[in-house]
């Protein structure tokens, strides 16, 4: 946890010897602790709906799960926008324990995605998906391969520069904008046999962006086809991969990127396209639950514990 204003909320809360004079400690019978020392990190009113709709110790995880998928939904955010701004998110609960694990396991598709360590089968991991399989491969300019040892994988294009008192501060590099080749088109489209359920009137190119760039690393080497969407993505405000070449300019850098870390683009890529393709399913799982009543994810109160 790096940035300033972070916020983090743990799943499990370990008991902490010193606050035993301080604060009660959770019952033995109490349905949120998990073994002698460890307890789920819930709120009275949320330990209480998990029991009415089944069991706490099975659907706590279910529950911050849930949480994720709704506030990766669009249409949650366009109509919680100005609450979003000002205040602590308010989460719809689903009515069921179905609904609830159907919520979860978006949201636990959505947290694989989002963490780096992560290896995510048809996207970072054996052969990709049709429709990630043409973003962000790199490429050499004209025929022929790229040569590492070459110089071929220095990051050159202005991405990034030393500003005041060593802050990096990004910069222009090299975007070229250009419309989809057939094949990208045809293998991007592919993805829309697998609707799951949510509105056919959104398509692929709707959720990708209805043209890619191609992103140069310098003279030689690019990034071939990242979407416009995967593009201008963004994460706690910085736009993600314009972010992540801004600190491998090679003056910052002190050396051009490895094979893997350029490969890493390429999985950087994928991943927020996978995200973004998601979004149809977590605008109709949102729609399903949405009728539900609302549960507060404002911070708790400070207490001298630690998180595990």
């Avoid at 989809?180 to 609707?195: G, H, P, Q």
């Avoid at 991969?241 to 490895?258: D, T």
Wanted: hydrophobic share 35%; glycine share 8%.
């Amino acid at each position: 946890m790096i940035e300033r204003g972070a916020n983090f909320f743990p799943l499990l809360l370990q008991d902490d010897d010193q606050a035993e004079d301080l604060f009660d400690r959770p019952r033995d019978d109490d349905p949120r602790r998990l073994d002698d020392t460890r307890r789920y990190n819930l709120s009275d009113r949320a330990a209480r709906y998990l029991t009415e709709i089944g069991s706490v110790q099975e659907d706590a995880p279910n529950l911050f799960h849930h949480a994720i998928a709704v506030m990766h939904a669009p249409a949650y955010r366009d109509e919680n926008a100005g609450a979003l701004r000002q205040d602590w998110p308010r989460i719809p609960l689903p009515e069921t324990r179905e609904q609830l694990r159907t919520s979860a396991d978006l949201g636990r598709r959505l947290a694989a995605l989002l963490n780096p360590e992560t290896d995510v089968p048809g996207v970072t991991a054996g052969a990709p998906r049709p429709e990630l399989r043409v973003i962000a491969p790199i490429r050499k300019k004209g025929d022929g391969q790229l040569d590492p040892d070459a110089g071929h994988l220095a990051v050159t294009a202005g991405w990034g520069y030393a500003g005041t008192r060593g802050v990096t501060m990004p910069g222009r590099g090299r975007v070229v904008e250009r419309p989809y080749t057939e094949e990208e088109r045809a293998s991007i489209l592919s993805s829309a046999a697998d609707t799951a359920g949510a509105s056919p009137r959104v398509g692929p190119l709707d959720l990708l962006g209805d043209t890619c760039y191609d992103i140069y690393l310098n003279d030689v080497a690019y990034w071939r086809c990242i979407t416009s969407r995967v593009w201008d993505y963004t994460l706690g405000g910085y736009q993600v991969i314009k972010k992540w070449l801004s600190y491998r300019e090679k003056p910052l850098l002190g050396r051009a990127l490895r094979p893997e870390e350029a490969r890493e683009v390429t999985n950087i890529a994928r991943r927020i396209a996978a995200i973004l393709l998601l979004e149809r399913e977590l605008d109709a799982s949102y729609w399903a639950v949405k009728p539900g009543p609302a549960m507060n994810c404002g911070p708790p109160a400070a207490v001298p514990q630690r998180s595990s």
